[in-house]
C-alpha cells in the first residue's frame, strides 16, 4: 500500500446510513486511532477500552441516538464494519471477526474482540506527514469547519500536528467554496445574525459575523442563499453541534438536551420558538428540504424513552 492508496481507501470509507442520517462512526473511529498511534505508537486496542471513548465522541459528533442504551455502545458499529483491508479484528483466540457479526457491545466484550489498522497502514502512519494528512482528510470529508477544532481538541490534536499535512500525499479533491459566498449570505441578512440580531462593526467591517451552512458543505450542501444564513459565531457554533435548529416554520428550537447556569447560558433558552429573521426583500429564504436535513441530521434530539 502506497500513501495515495492508503488516502483513497480514507476517502472512500463507504458512508452509514442509519434511518435515513448520516452516520460518522467509522471517520471518528480512525481518527481516534491516529490520535492513539500518535501517542502510543500503534494501533492495537480491545474493544472494551475503546467503547466509552469512542462512544462518547460519536454521541458529541454525530447525529442524536435514538435511545439512551444505545448510547453507551455506538462504538460497535465502526468497530464492526471498519473495512478489513484497513482493519483486523479477532476475538481472544485469535480468530478473524467478520463484518456480518451482530454490532452489539456485549457480544463484542464477551468475545474479547480487539482490533489493529494494517501493519502496512501503520506503516505509512509513521511518517507524521501522511499520519496528519490522513486526519485532514477525514475532518475535511465529513465534518464542517466550526465542529473540526473542538473534535481536534477532545482527540488531543493540537493546531501544528496537523500543519504536518502540507507537503503530504493529496488526500482528495475538495469542494472549494463559491467565490463571494461569504458576502452575498451577510448582504442579504443585511450583516445582522439571523437568530439574535447581532451586528457588529468595527469600523466598516462586521465582526463576528458568519456565513453558515445549513446543509453542511461537506455533506454535498450548495454554496447558496437557500442554504445558507447570517449568524454571530457564537449561534453559528451552537447551530453545527445541533444546541440550535429550525422547525418547518423557521421557528428556532434549542434542543432539550441543552442545559446552563449562567445568565449568559439561559439567553440561548429564550430563542426557543423565536422565528427567524428572514433575508432582505428580493432574497430567497432557507430551502425547506435544507431545513429538514438539519433537523434529521445535527439537531440534538432528546433520546426516545426505552420502552419496559
Known sequence: MTPEDLMTSLARLRRAQIGRRRAPHKPLLVLWLLARFRVTGTTAVVYEEAEEPVSRLINDFGPAVSGPSRARERAAMPFVHLERALWDLRDSTGQAIGSDVPERGGRLRAAGAHGRLRPGVEKLLADSATLASAARLLLDEHFTPTLQAPL????????????????APASSVRRTRRPGFSEEVLRAYAYACAFCGYDGMLGRNPVGLEAAHIRWHSQDGPDTLANALALCALHHTLFDFGVLGLSPGLHIQVSPLYVARSHAGHAIDSLHRQPLTPPRPGRPGPDPEHIRWHHQQVFKHAPTPVAW
Open 152 to 167: 481536534c481538541a477532545a482527540l488531543g490534536w493540537e493546531p501544528a500536528v496537523l500543519e504536518a499535512a502540507q507537503g
